[in-house]
T-cell receptor, first 114, second 114 residues
Framework: GENVEQHPSTLSVQEGDSAVIKCTYS??????FPWYKQELGKGPQLIID?????GEKKDQRIAVTLNKTAKHFSLHITETQPEDSAVYFC?????????????FGKGTLLTVNP | GAGVSQTPSNKVTEKGKYVELRCDPI?????LYWYRQSLGQGPEFLIY????????DSGLPNDRFFAVRPEGSVSTLKIQRTERGDSAVYLC????????????FGEGSRLTVL
């Protein structure tokens, strides 16, 4: 099955700096790669996603890049704010065209210091 | 409510007892998922429903775990003869359809087996 590795496990940045989280996946059939933000005591919330026919996607301060050849994808957060502090998970879908079954990384605890 | 609702939010039980966890998906969402999240880990897929039927239950760890969705809306995850290793947060999520749209998670049911 699919295996998703995520690094780093913790990341601490100063407010206004950029943060980058990286993930690799093993199944070349995976074609959908979402990123989730999870705050303490809450369920994960989708913040951005990318499909395999696109190399990069941006949404305001958040961007995701995908390198299918290397089987890795990254989350970039610019101009970080204290409210960005949370655990971030990357995920990949199994099964080609269907994205029903997501495999998650172990998460990155991002701390933005004011 | 507008989101995925899970009850109970917290459940403490003794080893060997039977537990039911309930999920009320977003109205109109046909696809429903159960994930399990252990401390410091990403969510792990358990089972998903398309309508009333379990389309994929390959993530259920053993036959002590069972889930139903009899009317295609509310789902119940049932755990028999609970073990300490079952302690985790059980997350429910729903989507409008299995292949399109954002996956919305509930806040989870935290199960503690003593």
């Amino acid at each position: 099955g699919e295996n998703v590795e995520q690094h780093p496990s913790t990341l601490s940045v100063q407010e206004g700096d950029s943060a980058v989280i990286k993930c690799t996946y093993s199944d070349s059939a995976s074609n959908y790669f979402p990123w989730y933000k999870q705050e303490l005591g809450k369920g994960p919330q989708l913040i951005i996603d990318i499909r395999s026919n696109v190399g990069e996607k941006k949404d305001q301060r958040i961007a995701v890049t995908l390198n299918k050849t290397a089987k890795h994808f990254s989350l970039h957060i610019t101009e970080t704010q204290p409210e960005d502090s949370a655990v971030y998970f990357c995920a990949a879908s199994i099964g080609g065209g269907s994205n029903y079954k997501l495999t998650f990384g172990k998460g990155t605890l991002l701390t933005v210091n004011p | 409510g507008a989101g995925v609702s899970q009850t109970p939010s917290n459940k403490v039980t003794e080893k060997g007892k039977y537990v039911e966890l309930r999920c009320d998906p977003i109205s109109g969402h046909t696809a429903l998922y159960w994930y399990r999240q252990s401390l410091g880990q990403g969510p792990e897929f358990l089972i998903y429903f398309q309508g009333t039927g379990a389309a994929d239950d390959s993530g259920l760890p053993n036959d002590r775990f069972f889930a139903v969705r009899p009317e295609g809306s509310v789902s119940t995850l049932k755990i028999q003869r609970t073990e300490r290793g079952d302690s985790a947060v059980y997350l429910c999520a729903s989507k409008r359809t299995v292949n399109t749209g954002e996956l919305f998670f509930g806040e989870g049911s935290r199960l503690t087996v003593l």
